[in-house]
């Protein structure tokens, strides 16, 4: 019984190896690669190794629910160890909302072996039948005998090479490397959605604890108890700008009684030089940090002059925001650069040793970054251990890596200057709004006729910055609605470097084509959620035949329309506003997950205040609801932001922008949410993202209703009052 146990668990790890939807998500056979590298094995946990990033998502809680559930194990059982970067983990990069989707079937089906592997090594141990034995909450137990086993106990007999908290540097047990046999059809059953006892259920984060009484670390808190770390701060230069001299930084360094003040002459990130100030104590570096900088700035003020850049030129070139006639209908829009703006600015933690290193920092790309520092210090990617660490937020930034690689150049220079400690690098909040990776701009041009109803022509322009070369493409992108859109996306250089934001590109295109949809239903003098259900994409054949062999992943216009119906009847549209107020409807589809909303707006003088947002969801089955509510409520504040006051200043402000410049939404912004999530039995999908893009459109078009203009350039609000310069006229009686 114990040889058919290990034999048919050898086949499902080999299964497994190939159930992720790029075949390198928990490794492949062919590399040798096992899903058991994920689990480690303690007296009192089940402990697995999270490859994804916690970017303050609670994909640790999600995880541990479906290993918990297939396992038939209590939650806290589970603990959740955040991986460091590692080639046998496969692709550990954490963009597009695509951990839980990607990773629900083969943490299902890991939960499930596990669990069958501590039955049978129970039964083994009594010589009695596996299918006698039942799991109740932490022990397995033999039903006609009562006799128990602890379930920790039984997997630590089952795979006792899983006890060893460094067990990926070394070979699998050779229990786990059999020759691969069919399993029984009874060990094959995964958990259906009628028996979950944990999945579906609000629970409480397994990380709220250490989170509410402090004792939750992120990078900037780490402390080393052998080693004093000393903190770094950068001041960034362009090649024109002027360096200060040694001399210079010695006096600066005497006068704000630093260790050391230098410059690292490295191209990174668009800036030649950096120079760099360390201390073991932040108020001295601030300071000297503040006295460089305002020389700096007065430079600045006097030889840069804001010009545009092609991008800038080429948006002010189009004069016709809006064209309204019986036959024609043409919008134009304008997004600004957005900056991400993370709760944790960034900072990592860098020891440097002769021809080794080690990095602690957050990041959504382990294996990029441990990549890239290699290549900048000239060392093999073994030579460095990067351990990753929650975030404090992301929404992208996190992504690149030219802070980490600012912190390891930093620890190398200490190094060659015969001081061998760790070196933490923090960025103010002052350096991560100035020296961003933004939200690209985009300017966008959509026209519709009546002579073919059924085309919409959108021309899309995204900036990019200076490093990346600008690129000219046709295509079209998935909508959502059954015009034929099509679309010419051209690139230009713009000022400031461009990278991905929170829904990447949902977040500008969703702006245009909601808006515009919304504008459509008053050229037709209909409702705008009945217009925009008749519009609604419907499935061709091929299509329909693709969602019946794969039903999660495909796009499905029931469950957009289901949505619509919901938050239509949440809402009361569309005789809920009173005087001074009015709603609006967004809907659309991404990540592979639906969402509506109706927002309502009051407006006093030149004031808009978002009074109620309701939200109707459909990602698939929601393993943690609770988690899920709170995502989407806040993917809407944070489209809330970008739409009302996302802007950045002019280059010469930079250095000096901190959130009384550049303004977020507050808590006396925060408009009462309702969240309803669809009942669903399909695989979950993206939610962390999904909450941003349909926000900027559906304030547009309460305001559409309210006023009979329209928002056709962002930000909504400027000075804490109505931003005219971004309105248009649109000469038409609302419905």
Same mark, same amino acid.
């Given at each position: $019984?114990?040889? &058919?146990?290990?034999?048919?668990?050898?086949?499902?790890?080999?299964?497994?190896?190939?159930?992720?939807?790029? +075949?390198?998500?928990?490794?492949?056979?062919?590399?040798?690669?096992?899903?058991?590298?994920?689990?480690?094995?303690?007296?009192?946990?089940?402990?697995?190794?999270?490859?994804?990033?916690?970017?303050?998502?609670?994909?640790?809680?999600?995880?541990?629910?479906?290993?918990?559930?297939?396992?038939?194990?209590?939650?806290?059982?589970?603990?959740?160890?955040?991986?460091?970067?590692?080639?046998?983990?496969? +692709?550990?990069?954490?963009?597009?909302?695509?951990?839980?989707?990607? @990773?629900?079937?083969?943490?299902?089906?890991?939960?499930?072996?596990?669990?069958?592997?501590?039955?049978?090594?129970?039964?083994? #141990?009594?010589?009695?039948?596996?299918?006698?034995?039942?799991?109740?909450?932490?022990?397995?137990?033999?039903?006609?005998?009562?006799?128990?086993? /602890?379930?920790?106990?039984?997997?630590?007999?089952? $795979?006792? /090479?899983?006890?060893?908290?460094?067990?990926?540097?070394?070979?699998?047990?050779?229990?786990?490397?059999?020759?691969?046999?069919?399993?029984?059809?009874?060990?094959?059953?995964? &958990?259906?959605?009628?028996?979950? #006892?944990?999945?579906?259920?609000?629970?409480?984060?397994?990380?709220?604890?250490?989170?509410?009484?402090?004792?939750?670390?992120?990078?900037?808190?780490?402390?080393?108890?052998?080693?004093?770390?000393?903190?770094? $701060?950068?001041?960034?230069?362009?090649?024109?700008?002027?360096?200060?001299?040694?001399?210079?930084?010695?006096?600066?360094?005497?006068?704000?009684?630093?260790?050391?003040?230098?410059?690292?002459?490295?191209?990174?990130?668009?800036?030649?030089?950096?120079?760099?100030?360390?201390?073991?104590?932040?108020?001295?570096?601030?300071?000297?940090?503040?006295?460089?900088?305002?020389?700096?700035?007065?430079?600045?003020? #006097?030889?840069?002059?804001?010009?545009?850049?092609?991008?800038?030129?080429?948006?002010?070139?189009? +004069?016709?925001?809006?064209? !309204?006639?019986? *036959?024609?209908?043409?919008?134009?829009?304008?997004?600004?650069?957005?900056?991400?703006?993370?709760?944790?600015? =960034?900072?990592?933690?860098?020891?440097?040793?002769?021809?080794?290193?080690?990095?602690?920092?957050?990041?959504?790309?382990?294996?990029?970054?441990?990549?890239?520092?290699?290549?900048?210090?000239?060392?093999?990617?073994?030579?460095?251990?990067?351990?990753?660490?929650?975030?404090?937020?992301?929404?992208?930034?996190?992504?690149?890596?030219?802070?980490?690689?600012?912190?390891?150049?930093?620890?190398?220079? $200490?190094?060659?200057?015969?001081?061998?400690?760790?070196?933490?690098?923090?960025?103010?909040?002052?350096?991560?709004?100035?020296?961003?990776?933004?939200?690209?701009?985009?300017?966008?041009?959509?026209?519709?006729?009546?002579?073919?109803?059924?085309?919409?022509?959108?021309?899309?322009? =995204?900036?990019?910055?200076? *490093?990346?070369?600008?690129?000219?493409?046709?295509?079209?992108?998935?909508?959502?609605?059954?015009?034929?859109?099509?679309?010419?996306?051209?690139?230009?250089?713009?000022?400031?470097?461009?990278?991905?934001?929170?829904?990447?590109?949902?977040?500008?295109?969703?702006?245009?084509?909601?808006?515009?949809?919304?504008?459509?239903?008053?050229?037709?003098?209909?409702?705008?959620?009945?217009? /925009?259900?008749?519009?609604?994409?419907?499935?061709?054949?091929?299509?329909?035949?693709?969602?019946?062999?794969?039903?999660?992943?495909?796009?499905?216009?029931?469950?957009?329309?289901? &949505?619509? &119906?919901?938050?239509?009847?949440?809402?009361?549209?569309?005789?809920?506003?009173?005087?001074?107020?009015?709603?609006?409807?967004?809907?659309?589809?991404?990540?592979?997950?639906?969402?509506?909303?109706?927002? #309502?707006?009051?407006?006093?003088?030149?004031?808009?205040?978002?009074?109620?947002? @309701?939200?109707?969801?459909?990602?698939?089955?929601?393993?943690?609801?609770?988690?899920?509510?709170?995502?989407?409520?806040?993917?809407?504040?944070?489209?809330?932001?970008?739409?009302?006051?996302?802007?950045?200043?002019? *280059?010469?402000?930079?250095?000096?922008?901190?959130?009384?410049?550049?303004?977020?939404?507050?808590?006396?912004?925060?408009?009462?949410?309702? !969240?309803?999530?669809?009942?669903?039995?399909?695989?979950?999908?993206?939610?962390?993202?999904?909450?941003?893009?349909?926000?900027?459109?559906?304030?547009?078009?309460?305001?559409?209703?309210?006023?009979?203009?329209?928002?056709?350039?962002?930000?909504?609000?400027?000075?804490?009052?109505?931003?005219?310069?971004?309105?248009?006229?649109?000469?038409?009686?609302?419905?």
């Amino acid at each position: $019984m114990k040889a &058919t146990g290990i034999a048919s668990s050898s086949a499902y790890i080999y299964a497994l190896s190939g159930c992720s939807p790029t +075949n390198q998500e928990i490794g492949s056979r062919e590399g040798g690669h096992s899903p058991w590298l994920f689990i480690e094995l303690s007296d009192h946990h089940v402990q697995f190794i999270l490859p994804r990033s916690e970017m303050g998502q609670d994909i640790a809680t999600s995880f541990a629910i479906i290993l918990a559930e297939e396992m038939a194990a209590p939650l806290k059982l589970i603990s959740i160890k955040y991986a460091d970067a590692d080639s046998k983990l496969g +692709n550990q990069m954490t963009v597009a909302s695509t951990s839980i989707r990607t @990773w629900w079937q083969p943490l299902r089906q890991l939960g499930n072996q596990i669990k069958y592997l501590a039955i049978n090594a129970a039964a083994t #141990k009594w010589s009695v039948l596996g299918t006698e034995c039942q799991i109740t909450e932490e022990r397995i137990v033999h039903v006609p005998t009562d006799r128990s086993e /602890s379930y920790l106990n039984a997997l630590q007999s089952a $795979m006792p /090479s899983l006890s060893s908290p460094d067990h990926l540097s070394k070979p699998i047990s050779p229990a786990l490397s059999g020759a691969p046999t069919t399993r029984t059809t009874e060990n094959d059953a995964l &958990t259906e959605p009628s028996a979950f #006892k944990l999945i579906g259920k609000n629970t409480t984060s397994i990380l709220a604890r250490d989170k509410t009484t402090g004792s939750f670390n992120f990078v900037g808190d780490y402390s080393f108890a052998d080693e004093q770390i000393h903190t770094a $701060m950068t001041v960034v230069y362009q090649a024109f700008w002027p360096v200060p001299t040694q001399r210079q930084l010695d006096l600066l360094k005497e006068q704000f009684s630093l260790t050391h003040a230098f410059v690292l002459d490295h191209i990174l990130a668009g800036y030649q030089f950096r120079v760099v100030l360390v201390n073991d104590k932040t108020w001295p570096l601030l300071k000297a940090k503040e006295n460089l900088e305002l020389t700096l700035k007065e430079w600045l003020n #006097k030889n840069i002059r804001n010009k545009p850049s092609l991008f800038e030129t080429t948006v002010s070139e189009q +004069n016709t925001p809006a064209v !309204v006639n019986k *036959d024609k209908l043409s919008l134009s829009f304008y997004t600004p650069y957005i900056a991400h703006a993370p709760m944790e600015t =960034e900072t990592a933690i860098v020891e440097y040793q002769s021809q080794r290193c080690e990095i602690w920092a957050p990041t959504q790309a382990p294996q990029r970054s441990r990549k890239s520092v290699a290549d900048k210090l000239g060392l093999k990617e073994n030579d460095i251990t990067l351990h990753t660490s929650p975030m404090g937020g992301s929404f992208g930034r996190k992504r690149y890596d030219d802070f980490i690689i600012e912190a390891a150049l930093i620890s190398q220079a $200490m190094f060659e200057k015969g001081h061998s400690i760790p070196i933490k690098l923090l960025w103010t909040r002052e350096d991560d709004l100035g020296r961003e990776h933004y939200r690209p701009a985009t300017f966008q041009s959509l026209s519709w006729s009546s002579k073919d109803e059924t085309i919409i022509e959108h021309h899309l322009i =995204e900036s990019h910055g200076p *490093d990346l070369t600008p690129k000219n493409s046709e295509g079209d992108f998935f909508s959502h609605l059954d015009w034929e859109i099509k679309t010419q996306k051209s690139s230009l250089p713009g000022k400031h470097i461009s990278g991905i934001w929170r829904s990447v590109h949902h977040g500008y295109l969703a702006f245009s084509i909601c808006s515009f949809t919304d504008e459509l239903s008053y050229f037709h003098s209909q409702d705008p959620i009945d217009y /925009s259900r008749q519009h609604i994409k419907s499935l061709d054949i091929r299509q329909l035949l693709k969602v019946k062999l794969d039903p999660s992943t495909r796009y499905q216009p029931e469950r957009l329309l289901k &949505t619509m &119906t919901t938050v239509e009847q949440l809402s009361g549209w569309p005789s809920n506003a009173q005087t001074n107020s009015a709603l609006g409807f967004a809907s659309y589809y991404c990540f592979e997950s639906y969402i509506s909303i109706v927002i #309502k707006i009051s407006l006093d003088k030149e004031q808009l205040k978002v009074e109620h947002i @309701w939200a109707s969801v459909d990602c698939g089955i929601a393993i943690h609801p609770d988690g899920l509510k709170a995502q989407i409520e806040g993917g809407l504040l944070f489209g809330l932001s970008a739409c009302l006051y996302g802007q950045m200043p002019e *280059d010469s402000e930079l250095l000096n922008v901190n959130f009384d410049r550049y303004q977020v939404v507050r808590m006396s912004d925060t408009p009462e949410i309702e !969240v309803h999530i669809q009942q669903s039995n399909f695989d979950p999908s993206g939610a962390g993202e999904l909450g941003v893009p349909a926000i900027a459109p559906a304030i547009a078009n309460a305001y559409r209703k309210l006023t009979g203009k329209r928002f056709l350039r962002m930000p909504f609000m400027k000075n804490n009052k109505v931003n005219h310069t971004s309105l248009a006229k649109t000469y038409m009686t609302s419905v």
